[in-house]
């Protein structure tokens, strides 16, 4: 990635001053009749006028010199090992408009201090899906405020928000037709508990940032083994911030060399921002289902932590996020290991029902994208998008974390289940509020995931050639590996098909590469099959031919080498089976 290419010219929408209300922090969830809003309307009118407007004061510049400035803030955020947190002085929005509203006036450049953009707007009522919008809208003035429609398309209910259109227009959204509940909220009184009691409290936890961050937080970035400890009051405040997008939507990172200068590389980071879950669906107006889940989800987080905050968000309360680097000499001779696959009765379960989950305690695989998340907030619905949507508090790491290199792995440990979820990808649905009982120790939640990214194979054949071999071997070992400070005994892995979906890798293959990993590291393996019984009596059958042959992890590496070569002309497992069968 060039420096360059990453300064977009961006062009602002427009706002207009009489969509805002003066915000004030209630405790009270009464409700107001229609008569009363109604009556309401001179005084409103009369706040506004009294308010002076949002970019009057913001500093401009002439062409040449605002490319200049942003290409030096540019430059200051890639080389700052901290995160632009919302009230950074980084925090900026640049801006390249017109003048004025001659075509021959030229352009400027305009600074804006999207944290001023956040206070102004999220210290006012919102009380309706178009409020939300210009809200959202207006901490973003670089965005067109047609590209963020999706707020309408989730939001929007005609008989509630109907009743605060204090002068119609020609342009009112009227919105799909055969919108259902599946794909935003449909009924009067889900806007109620929503614009009364959780949005309120949304706002309110995003202006906290200053308070909650007098230290700042640093980038987990590339090739450095690092920990961040949080709050979870902290993690609430950055979530709530990306629901407003009002942080940078895209960390990055340049690293210096020794010798002073930057490498030519920077580092990408996860795009933490709901703005492509806010993204206009132009030719139906409707969000899909999937996506419409994952919004309902983190709404329901916000629900929970507003309705239990002094516990669930009680200073004690933490999380975890560690990245972890390994070098080559960590890893074990793959094709040497003298330890045996199944060292003992027990050490390998397969689970035909259940999931990852469910198996509390235990070290969880996260099936990862390079990129933290994957698409959790840009129209991903796989294994990652929906554990980051169930447990929201995993997505806060894909704020200060750098894109996975081949030799790490992210370790994030206490964040709660707060939703349930039925249906895969595009029949993904949120069912309903999730009660987490896991046990807290010393402040966590003794839930620990392990990010680990498997390759995407567009040619599915190339998975069987060595190097493909040791770098998911490598990879899944990372993931499992056990540091010092780790408990003993070890925890176990549950896992699954990890790459085994859309990155197209041979299920199979995975289950024995996540077997020999886990065999390295000395941990017992837990794998579910997500109700696949025929596989769950293969990996079974398979698993016990290992033991009572006394397999070690040097063997069976030289035995998927091997059948790489081959030819392949049957699947891996009747090969294996061939193979110890003929040492007899």
Same mark, same amino acid.
């Given at each position: 990635?060039?420096?360059?290419?990453?300064?977009?010219?961006?062009?602002? $929408?427009?706002?207009?001053?009489?969509?805002?209300?003066?915000?004030?922090?209630?405790?009270?969830?009464?409700?107001?009749?229609?008569?009363e809003?109604?009556?309401?309307?001179?005084?409103?009118?009369?706040?506004?006028?009294?308010?002076?407007?949002?970019?009057?004061?913001?500093?401009?510049?002439?062409?040449?010199?605002?490319? #200049?400035?942003?290409?030096?803030?540019e430059?200051?955020?890639?080389?700052?090992?901290?995160?632009?947190?919302?009230? $950074?002085?980084?925090?900026?929005?640049?801006?390249?408009?017109?003048?004025?509203?001659?075509?021959?006036s030229?352009?400027?450049?305009?600074?804006?201090?999207?944290?001023?953009?956040?206070?102004?707007?999220?210290?006012?009522?919102?009380?309706?899906?178009?409020?939300?919008?210009?809200?959202? $809208?207006?901490?973003?003035?670089?965005?067109?405020?047609?590209?963020l429609?999706?707020?309408?398309?989730?939001?929007?209910?005609?008989?509630?928000?109907?009743k605060?259109?204090?002068?119609?227009?020609?342009?009112?959204?009227?919105?799909?037709?055969?919108?259902?509940?599946?794909?935003?909220?449909?009924?009067?009184?889900?806007c109620?508990?929503?614009?009364?009691?959780?949005?309120?409290?949304?706002?309110?936890?995003?202006?906290?940032?200053?308070t909650l961050?007098?230290?700042?937080?640093p980038?987990?970035?590339?090739?450095?083994?690092k920990?961040?400890?949080?709050?979870?009051?902290?993690?609430?405040?950055?979530?709530?911030?990306?629901?407003?997008?009002?942080l940078?939507? !895209?960390?990055?990172?340049?690293?210096?060399?020794?010798?002073?200068?930057?490498?030519?590389? !920077?580092?990408?980071?996860?795009?933490?921002?709901?703005?492509?879950?806010?993204k206009?669906?132009?030719?139906?107006?409707?969000?899909?289902?999937?996506?419409?889940?994952?919004?309902?989800?983190f709404?329901?987080?916000?629900?929970?932590?507003?309705e239990?905050?002094?516990?669930?968000?009680?200073?004690?309360?933490?999380?975890?996020?560690?990245?972890?680097?390994?070098?080559?000499?960590?890893y074990?001779?793959?094709?040497?290991?003298? #330890?045996?696959?199944?060292?003992?009765?027990?050490n390998?379960?397969?689970?035909?029902?259940?999931s990852?989950?469910?198996?509390?305690?235990?070290?969880?695989?996260?099936?990862?994208?390079?990129?933290?998340?994957?698409?959790?907030?840009?129209? *991903?619905?796989?294994?990652?998008?929906?554990?980051?949507?169930?447990?929201?508090?995993?997505?806060?790491?894909?704020?200060?974390?750098?894109y996975?290199?081949?030799?790490?792995?992210?370790?994030?440990?206490?964040?709660?289940?707060?939703?349930?979820?039925? *249906?895969?990808?595009?029949?993904?649905?949120?069912?309903?509020?999730?009660?987490?009982?896991?046990e807290?120790?010393?402040?966590?939640?003794?839930?620990?995931?392990?990010?680990?990214?498997?390759?995407?194979?567009?040619?599915?054949?190339?998975q069987?050639?060595? &190097?493909?071999?040791?770098?998911?071997?490598?990879?899944?070992?990372?993931?499992?590996?056990?540091?010092?400070?780790?408990?003993? /005994?070890?925890?176990?892995?549950?896992?699954?098909?990890?790459?085994?979906?859309?990155?197209?890798?041979?299920?199979?293959l995975?289950?024995?590469?996540?077997?020999?990993?886990?065999?390295?590291?000395?941990r /017992?393996?837990?794998?579910?099959?997500?109700?696949? @019984?025929?596989?769950?009596?293969?990996?079974?059958?398979?698993q016990?031919?290992?033991?009572?042959?006394?397999v070690?992890?040097?063997?069976?590496?030289?035995?998927?080498?091997?059948?790489?070569r081959?030819?392949?002309?049957?699947?891996?497992? @009747?090969?294996?089976?061939?193979?110890?069968?003929? &040492?007899?």
């Open positions: 990635m060039k420096v360059s290419a990453n300064l977009k010219k961006i062009v602002a $929408s427009d706002y207009s001053k009489e969509d805002e209300i003066q915000h004030s922090h209630s405790d009270s969830n009464e409700e107001r009749s229609e008569n809003v109604g009556n309401d309307q001179n005084e409103w009118k009369k706040e506004l006028e009294r308010e002076e407007p949002t970019n009057q004061s913001e500093p401009k510049y002439e062409e040449e010199e605002g490319r #200049r400035l942003a290409k030096d803030w430059t200051r955020v890639l080389n700052s090992t901290e995160v632009v947190l919302p009230h $950074s002085p980084l925090n900026i929005v640049w801006v390249n408009r017109k003048k004025n509203e001659s075509e021959a030229g352009n400027c450049w305009i600074e804006f201090k999207r944290w001023d953009l956040a206070q102004h707007s999220l210290n006012r009522k919102v009380r309706n899906a178009k409020e939300l919008l210009n809200a959202i $809208s207006s901490i973003n003035p670089q965005k067109d405020k047609d590209s429609m999706g707020i309408m398309e989730f939001f929007h209910v005609k008989e509630y928000d109907s605060f259109n204090l002068e119609e227009k020609e342009d009112e959204y009227v919105g799909a037709k055969d919108k259902t509940s599946k794909c935003g909220f449909t009924s009067v009184e889900q109620q508990k929503f614009y009364d009691g959780t949005l309120p409290f949304i706002q309110k936890i995003a202006l906290e940032s200053s961050f007098p230290d700042g937080i980038k987990l970035i590339q090739q450095v083994t920990e961040i400890v949080i709050t979870r009051r902290q993690a609430a405040c950055l979530l709530a911030n990306a629901f407003f997008c009002s940078i939507e !895209v960390q990055l990172y340049q690293c210096p060399t020794k010798t002073g200068n930057l490498d030519e590389e !920077v580092q990408g980071f996860p795009a933490f921002s709901f703005s492509g879950l806010w206009r669906h132009v030719y139906t107006d409707l969000i899909p289902q999937q996506e419409a889940a994952k919004i309902f989800c709404i329901h987080y916000f629900e929970r932590i507003s239990g905050e002094d516990v669930l968000l009680a200073p004690e309360r933490r999380l975890m996020f560690k990245r972890r680097s390994l070098e080559e000499a960590d074990p001779d793959w094709k040497k290991s003298p #330890r045996t696959v199944v060292e003992r009765s027990g390998v379960e397969i689970f035909g029902k259940g990852i989950e469910d198996a509390r305690g235990d070290l969880q695989a996260d099936f990862a994208n390079l990129s933290l998340g994957g698409g959790v907030f840009t129209g *991903g619905c796989v294994q990652e998008e929906i554990r980051f949507s169930v447990c929201p508090e995993l997505a806060v790491g894909m704020l200060f974390t750098a996975m290199k081949d030799n790490e792995a992210v370790i994030m440990k206490g964040a709660e289940q707060f939703s349930n979820y039925k *249906g895969y990808a595009g029949t993904l649905e949120f069912a309903g509020d999730h009660k987490d009982t896991t807290i120790v010393g402040g966590f939640i003794d839930t620990t995931v392990v990010a680990i990214d498997a390759v995407h194979f567009w040619d599915k054949e190339i069987f050639e060595e &190097s493909w071999i040791m770098r998911e071997l490598n990879k899944a070992y990372c993931g499992f590996y056990l540091d010092a400070n780790d408990v003993r /005994p070890p925890k176990a892995i549950a896992t699954g098909n990890w790459g085994c979906g859309v990155f197209n890798g041979n299920k199979q995975k289950f024995l590469i996540q077997l020999a990993a886990a065999s390295a590291c000395d /017992p393996l837990k794998y579910y099959t997500f109700g696949d @019984e025929t596989l769950k009596q293969q990996l079974d059958g398979m016990k031919l290992l033991a009572s042959q006394g070690t992890i040097g063997r069976l590496v030289k035995m998927m080498v091997k059948y790489g081959s030819g392949r002309k049957t699947d891996l497992f @009747e090969w294996i089976v061939t193979q110890l069968e003929g &040492s007899r």
